[in-house]
């Protein structure tokens, strides 16, 4: 009854699976930047478009937080084709999740844009700036210090959310298990060890926006 | 014609009248404050005199020069010779006291970093924060933050002050250290503009005081006549009312 864990067929295989890891923090990093710029967009309009901006941007967040992602995908990778755009797996699953991420960034920027002072932002205009230096040296920082945790766990759900892309055929770190899986059989070395690299992977990139956001933001985030 | 010059100004939000005909007038290097019951129009004042808000009547002038403010040039040109300091929420959370107090100086209008820097800590000694130049507004009290903010107001140089009510947020142990700084720079011959509940303050420090209600002023004359012979009834009620209370 007991199972003996030999890691001996796989550990050849780690290097493989490290590449893996970095198909799957090139997605994640890809679709978190379009994420943003969709998000940034989004809280704007949301908050200082008017009726009918802030309806669109209003709809768009329910759709794409109200409907699993899998089948987000699924819909650009069997739809799209009938209008005649062919995408690989990488670019539709990127852009699944570019457009996903948009929507749950825009809630999470407009909560932060919604918490500037218009004092804060009257002070900034007769002081003399102009909109774009207002945007960088006021409103940026002020947003990016309050968001920067819910951000953060925003980016980690995401990198685990690249496993999705195995199933179109990425050979990300979930693709490249399969892999492996199918010709070792090794399934619990092998997800075990799998695993283990998702931790890895997103242990360093929260530490790393912990810092960014420690240190360029002065956001209260605690570091490990 | 005086420092700066308002005639018959007029604004509105939306189809709420709050500024009907103003005339008021600041001289170089006088005081003069804004008293009046909440709902006046005083913050509506100040918002339109620095360009927050556009007048719909009326008109402007500062140092000779009449401001439109639909022009980007003019409306620069008369921010550049102001400077106002609100009731709260002055300061930028992300940057430090030092910084706070740079930034428009050295970044928007491009003086000399080095003497901006110099002025700001002289600015900084002189409001009693010299000891602080390197710290993030939540760690200062309200009273503090403040003073940072007149001292970033400052910085800039600018002829006229506007204080719109700089106080009213300040726990009352905090107030006292806060117009002391101001009753410093009144001595200073710059001109400013103040909007206070304070009225022992006003009364102290001011040259003239204008009693606003309905979005006009109604009575302005010297804080004697305020004070003690108010010339409308609507002043003497105002005035009567609020020593009352104990102001
Ligand atoms: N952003 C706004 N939108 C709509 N109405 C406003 C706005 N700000 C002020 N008002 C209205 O304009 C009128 C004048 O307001 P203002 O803030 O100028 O008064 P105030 O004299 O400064 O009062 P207080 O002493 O309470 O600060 C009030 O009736 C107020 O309700
Ligand atoms: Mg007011």
């Not at chain 1, 329910?62 to 755009?85: M, S």
């Not at chain 1, 207002?134 to 959310?161: C, D, E, W």
């Not at chain 1, 990300?172 to 931790?199: C, D, H, K, M, Q």
Request: with cysteine; charged share 20%.
């Amino acid at each position: 009854m007991h199972y003996t864990l030999h890691f001996g067929q796989v550990t050849p295989e780690i290097p493989y699976l490290l590449w893996g890891a970095l198909i799957s923090l090139e997605l994640s990093v890809m679709a978190f930047a379009g994420g943003m710029v969709i998000g940034m967009v989004g809280a704007i309009m949301r908050l200082r478009g008017g009726r009918w901006l802030s309806r669109l941007a209003r709809w768009y967040v329910t759709f794409f937080t109200n409907t699993p992602q899998l089948v987000q995908i699924y819909f650009i990778f069997f739809a799209l084709p009938e209008v005649g755009i062919l995408l690989d797996p990488f670019p539709a699953v990127l852009l699944g999740m570019t457009l996903n991420a948009g929507g749950y960034l825009t809630e999470i920027l407009r909560a932060g844009l919604a918490s500037v002072h218009q004092q804060e932002l009257d002070a900034a205009e007769t002081l003399g700036m102009s909109h774009l230096q207002t945007l960088r040296y006021v409103i940026l920082p002020h947003i990016f210090k309050v968001v920067m945790p819910a951000m953060t766990n925003q980016y980690i759900l995401m990198t685990l959310g690249t496993s999705m892309a195995a199933i179109f055929g990425v050979e990300e770190l979930t693709g490249r298990a399969f892999n492996i899986n199918s010709t070792t059989f090794r399934s619990i070395e092998i997800f075990l060890l799998t695993g283990g690299i998702y931790v890895l992977v997103t242990l360093a990139a929260t530490s790393l926006l912990a810092l960014v956001g420690r240190y360029a933001f002065r956001a209260r985030v605690r570091i490990l | 014609m005086s420092f700066l010059d308002i005639h018959d100004l007029g604004a509105r939000y939306g189809s709420l009248r709050v500024l009907d005909g103003i005339d008021l007038s600041v001289e170089q290097g006088e005081v003069v404050s804004l008293i009046g019951p909440s709902g006046s129009g005083k913050s509506t004042l100040l918002k339109v005199i620095t360009g927050l808000m556009k007048p719909d009547r009326g008109r402007v002038t500062l140092a000779g020069a009449a401001v439109d403010y639909s022009n980007r040039k003019s409306l620069k040109a008369a921010r550049d010779r102001l400077a106002i300091v609100f009731q709260q929420y002055n300061l930028f959370g992300n940057m430090t006291v030092l910084r706070n107090v740079t930034v428009a100086p050295t970044t928007i209008k491009k003086r000399n970093r080095r003497q901006v820097e110099e002025k700001a800590r002289e600015l900084l000694d002189r409001v009693g924060l010299g000891d602080k130049l390197h710290v993030y507004p939540d760690q200062l009290s309200g009273g503090q933050q403040q003073r940072v903010a007149i001292a970033r107001a400052l910085c800039l140089e600018p002829e006229i002050l506007l204080l719109d009510e700089v106080t009213s947020a300040l726990d009352p142990e905090r107030v006292s250290e806060v117009l002391d700084t101001i009753r410093l720079l009144a001595k200073d011959n710059i001109a400013m503009l103040i909007v206070s509940h304070e009225m022992s303050f006003v009364r102290d420090v001011s040259h003239r005081i204008a009693f606003m209600a309905d979005g006009r002023v109604q009575e302005i004359g010297s804080p004697e006549q305020i004070f003690d012979n108010p010339q409308t009834d609507r002043t003497r009620d105002f005035v009567g009312r609020i020593s009352r209370v104990g102001h």
